[in-house]
């Protein structure tokens, strides 16, 4: 299969030779070393002195983490997508008064808007604690202004900034300190180009602070208890240690490439898919202003219908999906990130097009 | 490196190959179709006709998931080393009125005093919810025996007996339903002999029902939720599929084996390390008739220094568990699980014996 749905991404058979590796003891100094390699590496990407936690796990369990530790009883969360909206359930599972403000499908957020809404928190006498922003919506391709949401997060000092990078992270700009980002998190099989299993999340100094004042933050997710090990480059729990020499051998990758070059990469990816479903009549569903560099959502529009292509290209082992829920048959979407080069979409388009051609053929 | 301390532990080459499968999407039939040989494989190795979970994370992460799904209030806990205490501690970091009952190091639980403590439980009005045991506690190479235990918390009909099999799961037997087990957890790592990184749980309908009443369970770690996303043979995140290859194709390898094969084989390697260790005037750490048949934990006695020589082995590439925590220099731990064969216990004791020889010769 070869794959160019948002996530999981395909992924270099070097770094999947990584994976198979025999274990290794997680208490040794050559499992520390690894530790502080990825943490370090890490850190560059981020572009953060903040502390580097690492679990194993999905980023859902991060962006739980992220309320348990920064949440003792209010949240707010920008919603404008399938996995903006997970942040605000999983703030409710948790017990928290979390309140949502959402926005119709297809738009992304602008710093106006927060702003807005933060304040009415304060002129209510219950200001947030903290505001969870989903960088890059994987399910609408819509990505908000960070930068200019971050400056204004910024004006609220009582007010932490959670975001999910995880399909943004190593396919666009994400600059944790500079944009005032407290938790920035992310999984390693979008961009990133791993495979699944490992969590990561950048925590500013007022984030952990604010960690150590939660209670019942429980054990797995604590911040502090993370933050504690990695004292000793360690993890309080057995790691997946297969991942943790994948991400390392990525990271020097992604380095060797060049960050600048590597979104420069992505974002020509996405002009060119734009470019080519234009000449279909399928639209960007995002709004002007907000579309991503990693994941094109494309709209139907005047445009054919896509299913039976869809379909025609998975016999063909190539995976593009479907919409995200109700967007399903609506729209579709390409994920371009990670190993992924101009000369792999220009193959996939070709076939898209041959698989169109026998559909109009066949009709 | 060559490992024998208790988990990580060795793994096949085969089974190491697997880990580097290309990804493949995790709302695919093909992911479907591995999810479910796995939960397949889990039920009958485990002996169950409850549900399978599985997460991408460590066996603690699943501790916290059967306290946080299992006990609004009130939980008791077994404590007789490390890991046990972390289940008590993981417990009160989720808020629990959580109550130990705790033996001193090297001692393990009998039935009769379970009775006596949820008795205790019941006699004030305040019956415990759940209760936790680790069936084999790795840092003291203890085991309890879970079906006498099994069989007094059965008379405690709003009691649900939660139990920790990391270190015994496919090593020794454990029957979970003929035993009355209502959560029963491992890791990979440890008699699986598989690279750490999935934890798995069963979960019996009682303990499915009780989940529903229970309040702010979270998100990641809620079993109502992984119970739903199962009937679609389906994780509510991306999972691991890396780990899911490793562990469907071990899975074969055990029943291959066969599993009182592979139990006999883990009993026979026990009784070959007390043997060698009685040589050397080395003598079980644990108490009598409470001895692990897949960790053995040495403890000094009138034998001679250990650590010099467990030193040597590292040097050759060999690990070695010093003793855990405050046992650190008094006893020592050898893993004998997984993978392990008498042979390669006979290679072990003969490079140890030399290594305490050069030790003498050096003195």
Redesign the interface.
Known sequence: ?K?F?P?????APEI??E????????R?E?CARLWKECRDGLRQLMATEGEILM???????M??AAI?NTVADRSLHLVCGAFSK?WF??AL???KDAVALELPLGQGFRGEEVREALQSGVDAGRPFEAVTLVHNETSTGVTSPLEEIGAVVAKFPNTLLLVDTVSSMAGMPVMVDAWGVDVCLF?I?KAMAL???LAIASVSTAALERAETV????????FIKLRDRNRREQS????????LYALAAQLCRIFEEGLETRWERHAAMARQTREWAAGHGWTPFPEEGFLSDTVSCLARGEGPDFVPALDTLKEQGI?VSNGYGELKGKTFRIGHMGEHTSADLDDLFERFDAALGAEVREA
């Open positions: 299969m794959l749905i996530g999981p991404t395909q992924v999947l030779a994976m198979s590796r025999p274990a290794i003891g997680h040794t050559e679990i194993t796990g999905p980023a859902s369990a962006m739980e348990r997970r359930d999983i599972s948790c017990g999984g099989q495979p699944a299993g209670p019942h933050r429980g054990w797995f997710l604590d309080p729990t057995t790691p997946s240690t297969a991942h995976l």
